[in-house]
């Protein structure tokens, strides 16, 4: 084959090609070591539970109609979930008055809902940006030590904020951007300075960005029972929907530009990627209405942040507490309402287990190892392979996962998709030119 690959199909064919590229998406995997003692500890007493992964792959018919369910997660997982425990049953959604009830079917459970935030993620904007979107000015650069990032990425989303509120909304603002713009740059974030700056520019508190509080809004918040945090997550649940809706608020959006923006920039991390998720790649709106349907007919009550499930093994239950109610919550089930960690070593993908488990790939902080720019392989040794390339949000880019291509990173993700095309058609034109031996 003068050095082309010699794929074998599992019908018994075989392929034999130029060059090969791992493509396949997301990928499955068998459980984390937490996930495994969740599972022999469900085998021991008789109790359901589902792993982390893909709500297309998961088996909810083991969940018990009727009976009280901990769920660990608020993400899209969890949104995917509660359609198949809830209409995927027999539910059905109507609408009276504007709003959205829920009929139930009879066959749901009741799912106690709780994660590290203790709310779901935002829901998309249904706007536009008043203004073009301006190019970040640059307080994070590759460059900007772990330390300091945070506070970087928090200022990059500010200005972000202020520039779509200053040039889309002007009236609600005391001063013009061309003499708020010098002045916010200088000043450090989360100083007096800064703060008087915004108060002195932006009269109306509910324009002002609250980032720790947008973050984390339950943090250092107590209720004394769960009806009491249900009142609040309701109240939480309107005023999203309907800000999301209305494009007086479309500086929210110039901040997921900015959320987008950074992400070509800011390395690997899960407090960023976290953010990203919960501000930016939340569900549609009417996700967000049925869940809040949901929780006023019962079948969904929320549990807070903090959320920490444990094991009786006396009781033979799951028991969650978490910090923003007093006392616990038992159950006979659980679910891992998110997404499997990114893993080569425990990926399901037969052709990438057969790989891993010859040397001929390997795993960077759980994904599978390529060269930058051209996206090859990096096998157990360090080799790079001249015909294999991989490509996805399951990929890195050599030492410190520079390359690292998150989920939905569109743009970066189009970029790296040409530059491959290229590099394919040399590989290949190249194969086709060579003389035969």
């Known amino acids: ?10 019908g018994g064919g075989a392929l034999e090609v130029d060059a090969v590229v791992l493509a396949q998406g997301h990928q499955g995997a068998l459980p984390a070591p937490p996930e495994a003692e969740e599972l022999a500890f469900a085998a021991r007493h008789g109790l359901a539970y589902l792993p982390a992964g893909y709500a297309a792959d998961l088996d909810p018919g083991v969940i018990p109609a009727g009976e009280p369910v901990l769920v660990r997660g608020a993400g899209l997982a969890f949104v995917d979930l509660m359609a198949l425990l809830a209409s995927g049953r027999g539910g059905r959604f109507t609408e009276h008055g504007g709003e959205l009830h829920y009929v139930p079917g009879g066959s749901e459970p009741r799912l106690f809902v709780g994660s590290r935030r203790g709310v779901p993620y935002h829901a998309k904007t249904g706007y536009r940006l008043a203004a073009p979107p301006p190019g970040l000015p640059g307080f994070v650069t590759p460059g900007t030590p772990a330390g300091e990032l945070r506070r970087a990425v928090a200022k990059e989303l500010a200005y972000a904020y202020y520039f779509e509120l200053f040039n889309g909304h002007p009236a609600r603002t005391r001063m013009g951007w061309d003499a708020f713009e010098p002045a916010f740059a200088q000043a450090e974030w989360g100083g007096k300075e800064l703060r008087a700056l915004i108060t002195k520019s932006v009269p109306r508190f509910a324009d002002r960005l609250h980032l720790d509080r947008l973050e984390r ?3 250092g918040m107590r209720f004394g029972d769960l009806a009491g945090l249900g009142r609040w997550m309701a109240g939480y649940l309107t005023a999203d929907l309907e800000r999301r809706a209305d494009p007086a608020h479309s500086a929210d959006l110039a901040m997921i530009h900015g959320l987008n923006a950074l992400r070509a920039v800011v390395p690997p991390d899960p407090w960023f990627q976290g953010l990203y998720n919960y501000l930016a790649s939340g569900p549609p709106a009417p996700r967000l209405a049925e869940l809040r349907a949901l929780a ?18 006396r009781a033979g239950v799951w028991r969650a507490v978490g910090t923003s109610v007093p006392g616990a919550v038992e159950a006979r089930a659980l679910v891992e309402a998110r997404l499997p960690e990114p893993t080569v070593a425990r990926s399901t993908d037969p052709l990438l287990g057969a790989l891993f488990a010859r040397g001929e790939c390997r795993e960077a902080a759980g994904l599978l190892d390529v060269r930058l720019p051209d996206r090859r392989l990096v096998a157990r040794t360090g080799a790079v392979h001249p015909r294999r390339f991989a490509l996805g949000p399951w990929t890195a880019g050599g030492p410190g996962i520079a390359g690292f291509a998150r989920p939905g990173a569109d743009a970066p993700l189009l970029r790296q998709t040409d530059a491959l095309a290229r590099t394919l058609l040399s590989v290949t034109t190249a194969a086709r030119l060579r003389p035969a031996a």
């Not at 084959?1 to 599992?10: A, F, I, K, T």
């Not at 006023?296 to 959320?307: K, M, N, P, S, Y």
């Open 1 to 10: 084959m003068r050095g082309g690959q010699r794929v074998e199909l599992s």
């Open 296 to 313: 006023r007919a019962g079948v969904v009550t929320f549990l807070g942040e903090g959320i920490r499930v444990g094991r009786d093994e």
């Open 217 to 219: 809004p339950l943090r």
